[in-house]
Structure formats: C-alpha cells, structure tokens
Nanobody, 125 residues
C-alpha cells in the first residue's frame, strides 16, 4: 500500500502565496516522478507541475514564473510553492506519485500511479 497525504491548501487573496506539501509513504521501492494536478469545478483535471527523479521539471504554461515545484527525496515529499495567485487558480489540487512498489521479496514491482485525497485552494479577488 502507498499513501499520499497532502497539506497546505486554504483561502488566500489574489496576489498572495501558498505552499502545498505531499508526503508519500508505504511500500515504495523508488519514485519515478511526483506531480501536482488540479481540478476546478466543471473542468477536467490538469497537470500543474511535475518533477522527476533526475531533477527535471515541467510546468503548465499558466503557472510558469509563479509556481515552483520541489522535492525532498529523502522524505518522499513534494512541495508546490504558489506565488502571485489568481482567482482562476482556485481548484482542488491533487498530488500524484508515479513509482515502483516494493514486492514482498524486496524487488520492485511494476510502476503505478498513486493519488492524494486533494486539497482545496481558493483565491479570492
């Protein structure tokens, strides 16, 4: 079993900042990448930012220059620093981890995607 626990959401005024955290725990052999997605009411879930095990990052155009993703590999934790928040950033933010699960024999199993429960971010105008 793998669990992802998110924290850090809340209500903030436009122009403000928030930092989200997501810690992965459980039967983890190794993590390939950790990402943040978001889903606004009536819209599809969309990628916000991702960071792979090699340090490479990918950002959606709508957050470039405002959001920063970082990872603490020792803690299997990913962060999303969100600055200059806009009302259109309002959404439920979900953490995703693509990883290899450790099998009972200690060897890696097939990789899979795991999701956190989501944390609400609301930006008021």
């Amino acid at each position: 079993q793998v669990h992802l626990v998110e924290s850090g959401g809340g209500l903030v005024q436009a122009g403000g900042s928030l930092t989200l955290s997501c810690a992965a725990s459980g039967s983890i052999f190794s993590i390939i990448a950790m990402s943040w997605f978001r889903q606004a009411p009536g819209k599809q879930r969309e990628l916000v930012a991702s960071k792979n095990s090699g340090g490479g990052t990918n950002y959606a155009d709508f957050v470039k220059g405002r959001f920063t993703i970082s990872r603490d590999n020792a803690k299997n934790t990913v962060y999303l620093q969100m600055n200059s928040l806009k009302p259109e950033d309002t959404a439920v933010y979900y953490c995703n981890a693509r990883l290899y699960v450790v099998r009972d024999d200690g060897r890696p199993g097939p990789h899979d995607d795991f999701w956190g429960q989501g944390t609400q971010v609301t930006v008021s105008s």
